[in-house]
């Protein structure tokens, strides 16, 4: 798969303040890659940096083949962008804003299309100031896909909007992932990290502390596996000797098997061969908040 950005060594300073140490990731063409981190962490500056918005003051970016700096021109007019903290005009219309965002690059999508799949046909005479916070959340991710872009940054896309909404979003997102869109999502939602993204760098202190895909962060990083189950069978002592159990404890019915490996699989088929068949068998693994929790030191 071809790279749609590439950044290595990324750092930047506001005046003495390092803001971002050492960043290095790629993103290849279609995925959805999210970027999480606490607070101050140095997500929205390295989005910033790698849109052209930002002067880096270390490291090496290509975003599209481009270098963000000398290229910027060039390269605002392939991608879309949707800022932490964005603003317009509160007297121009959802359809103004739409039309002339959409005007912006020659062979532009249609924006009447995009206003209809944002949900926002309904406010087109609305004046952006009269807009509630999420209609106001939803027309800047609207204008950040208007103009057809091979690369879209979103920051923080889903604060303010309501449950709903965001179910409406995610899809939207995956629709365009799949006409080829390539999207990098930053992201306080572990929900929405998991569901929506296929790869994640987690940046903590100013630094890429580690990269891969939701399952693949939740193995490695989760820790063992436990396997619960209810049986009435007095003597479970022949688990301990099955592959990949550490430990079993017991409270009454409720059976825990630790271990790691495939566990779930290896503990099925030993119950099954002592004619122990419980209905309530499942695997209990960490979620992505354990890992970022654990990964982040707890200080989301
Ligand atoms: N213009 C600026 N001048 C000085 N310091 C800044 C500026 N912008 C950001 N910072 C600082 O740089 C650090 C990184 O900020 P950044 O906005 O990149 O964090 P973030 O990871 O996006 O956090 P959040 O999750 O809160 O959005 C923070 O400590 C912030 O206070
Ligand atoms: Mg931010």
Redesign the pocket.
């Known amino acids: 798969m071809p790279k749609v950005l590439e950044v290595e060594h990324l750092a930047?300073r506001?005046?003495g303040?390092v803001?971002?140490e050492d960043v290095s990731f790629s993103v290849e063409e279609g995925e959805i890659f999210g970027i999480l981190?606490?607070?101050?962490?140095?997500?929205?500056?390295?989005?910033?940096c790698l849109q052209g918005l930002r002067k880096a003051d270390g490291g090496e970016a290509r975003v599209l083949g481009l270098d963000p700096l000398h290229d910027a021109e060039k390269l605002r007019r392939q991608i879309g962008s949707q800022l932490?903290e964005s603003a317009l005009p509160d007297r121009i219309k959802v359809w103004e804003a739409l039309a002339f965002f959409g005007s912006l690059r020659a062979e532009g999508v249609d924006w009447h299309t995009i206003m209809e799949d944002w949900g926002l046909t309904p406010k087109r005479n609305t004046a952006f100031g009269n807009l509630s916070g999420g209609e106001q959340q939803r027309l800047f991710i609207a204008l950040a896909v208007v103009n057809a872009p091979k690369l879209v940054f979103l920051?923080?896309m889903t604060t303010g909007l309501d449950p709903m909404a965001r179910r409406v979003v995610w899809d939207l997102v995956r629709k365009l992932r799949d006409v080829g869109t390539t999207v990098v999502l930053?992201t306080?939602f572990m929900d929405e990290a998991e569901s929506l993204c296929d790869r994640l760098a987690v940046?903590d202190d100013?630094r890429v502390v580690a990269i891969g895909t939701p399952d693949g962060l939740i193995a490695e990083y989760g820790g063992s596996a436990e396997v619960v189950f209810s049986a009435d069978a007095a003597d479970l002592d022949f688990l301990r000797d099955v592959e990949g159990v550490a430990k079993t404890e017991r409270d009454g019915r409720r059976f825990t098997v630790h271990g790691d490996g495939a566990l779930l699989a290896h503990v099925a088929a030993a119950l099954v061969e002592h004619g122990i068949a419980p209905t309530d068998l499942r695997v209990k693994r960490a979620s992505l908040e354990d890992v970022f929790l654990s990964i982040t030191g707890g200080k989301a």
């Open positions: 930047k506001y005046g303040f803001a971002v981190g606490p607070n101050g962490a140095g997500k929205t500056t390295t989005v910033e932490q920051d923080e930053v306080h940046i100013k």
